[in-house]
C-alpha cells in the first residue's frame, strides 16, 4: 500500500496560487492518484484525479512528474472558501480497495 | 439516491452500549466503505465491501467493531460495548468498484458518535 505524506499545515492569501504536494515514494503501477476537499462538518469531496502528466479541471490541476512518485495540487487564485484539510490518495480502485488516507493539509486562507 | 446517505447524524450513548450506523450508498455502487475520524485528525480505514464482501478486516479496531452490507446496499457498522474513545465522526463513502481505472469516493456527512 502506497504511503503519502503531505505538508501538516499551509498558509495562503486571497488570489494567490497555492500548490500542495504529496510524496508517495512507493506508489504501484496500478494506483491513481487523487486528490479529497474537507470542509469542518462535513466529508470530504473528490477534487482531481490523474495517473500521469497533468490533469485539469474547472477547480484545480494535477501535476505527476514521470516517475509518479510524487504529486502537485495547484489551487489557482484562492479564496477564503477554499480554507478546508486536503488530502491525497493514492491506491488501486480496481474492484475497490484498501484506500487509506493520509494526515491531510491544512490550507488557510487569509484576506 | 442522489448522495450517500448516513443516518443517524449524531448519536450520544452511555458507555458499555452498543450503537448501529447506517450507511445508505449511491444506488449502482457496489464498492462501500468505512472510515473514523477523531477530532482533528485525519479519516482512519475501517473496513470495505465490494459487494456484500468484505475481503479486509483488519482496519476494525477491536472485535467490539463489526460490519455488513445486505443486497449490496444498505451497510451498518455495531460497536459494541461502546468506549469513550470510540468517539469520532464515522463517515461512509460509496464508489463504483466496477473499473479498473481511478474511482471517486462519493462520502456521506457521518456520524458523529459520543460516548459519555
Known amino acids: 500500500l502506497a504511503k503519502t505524506t503531505q505538508p501538516i499545515s499551509m498558509d495562503s492569501y486571497e488570489g494567490q496560487e497555492v500548490n500542495i504536494t504529496c510524496s508517495h515514494n512507493n506508489i504501484a503501477t496500478n494506483d491513481y492518484i487523487t486528490w479529497y476537499q474537507q470542509f469542518p462538518s462535513q466529508g470530504p469531496r473528490f477534487i482531481i484525479q490523474?495517473?500521469?502528466t497533468k490533469v485539469t479541471n474547472e477547480v484545480a490541476s494535477l501535476f505527476i512528474p514521470a516517475d509518479r512518485k510524487s504529486s502537485t495540487l495547484s489551487l489557482p487564485r484562492v479564496s477564503l472558501s477554499d480554507t478546508a484539510v486536503y488530502y491525497c490518495l493514492v491506491g488501486s480502485y480496481n474492484q475497490g480497495g484498501k484506500l487509506i488516507f493520509g494526515q491531510g493539509t491544512e490550507l488557510s486562507v487569509k484576506p | 439516491g442522489a448522495g450517500v446517505s448516513q443516518s443517524p447524524s449524531n448519536k450520544v450513548t452511555e458507555k458499555g452500549k452498543d450503537v448501529e450506523l447506517r450507511c445508505d450508498p449511491i444506488s449502482g455502487h457496489t464498492a462501500l466503505y468505512w472510515y473514523r475520524q477523531r477530532l482533528g485528525q485525519g479519516l482512519e480505514f475501517l473496513i470495505y465491501f465490494q459487494g456484500n464482501s468484505a475481503p479486509d478486516k483488519s482496519g476494525l479496531p477491536s472485535d467490539r467493531f463489526s460490519a455488513e452490507r445486505t443486497g449490496e446496499s444498505v451497510s451498518t457498522l455495531t460497536i459494541q460495548r461502546t468506549q469513550q474513545e470510540d468517539s469520532a465522526v464515522y463517515l461512509c463513502?460509496?464508489?463504483?468498484?466496477?473499473?479498473?481505472?481511478?474511482?471517486?469516493?462519493?462520502f456521506g456527512s457521518g456520524t458523529q458518535l459520543s460516548v459519555l
Open positions: 463513502a460509496s464508489s463504483l468498484g466496477a473499473t479498473v481505472k481511478g474511482e471517486k469516493l462519493f
Open positions: 490523474g495517473y500521469k
